[in-house]
């Protein structure tokens, strides 16, 4: 089992910057690979970024690209999600996610911080 406790949400103005972190505990040592996803009001779940464990390979989403860096510190067992310039349209929940296969599943959830970026 792998818990996942995300921090960092809030209120972000336009243009802003803002730092998500998400904390894992238990079995920490199975994770594969971690990431973010978002679920704005009346809308699904969706992939934002992935960083794999081991080797840091990372992935974003087009809209985040150039403005989001998604980090790890495999350490502290601790995953970032910088955002800077977060836009309107960034306003969801994010949700930190780990998997422990090879095959892209994220099997593990943790249960979302509020993100708001007002204009």
């Known amino acids: 089992q792998v818990q996942l406790v995300e921090s960092g949400g809030g209120l972000v103005q336009a243009g802003g910057s803002l730092r998500l972190s998400c904390a894992a505990s238990?079995?920490?040592?199975?994770?594969?690979?971690m990431g973010w996803f978002r679920q704005a009001p009346g809308k699904e779940r969706k992939f934002v970024a992935s960083?794999?464990?081991?080797?840091?390979?990372?992935r974003y989403t087009d809209s985040v690209k150039g403005r989001f860096t998604i980090s790890r510190d495999n350490a502290k067992n601790t995953m970032y999600l910088q955002m800077n310039s977060p836009e309107p349209e960034d306003t969801a929940v994010y949700f930190c996610?780990?998997?422990?296969?090879?095959?892209?599943?994220?099997?593990?959830w943790g249960q979302g911080t509020q993100v708001t970026v007002s204009s």
């Open positions: 996610a780990a998997g422990s296969g090879a095959d892209n599943v994220f099997n593990y």
């Open positions: 238990g079995r920490t040592f199975s994770i594969s690979a």
């Open positions: 960083i794999r464990w081991n080797d840091s390979n990372t």
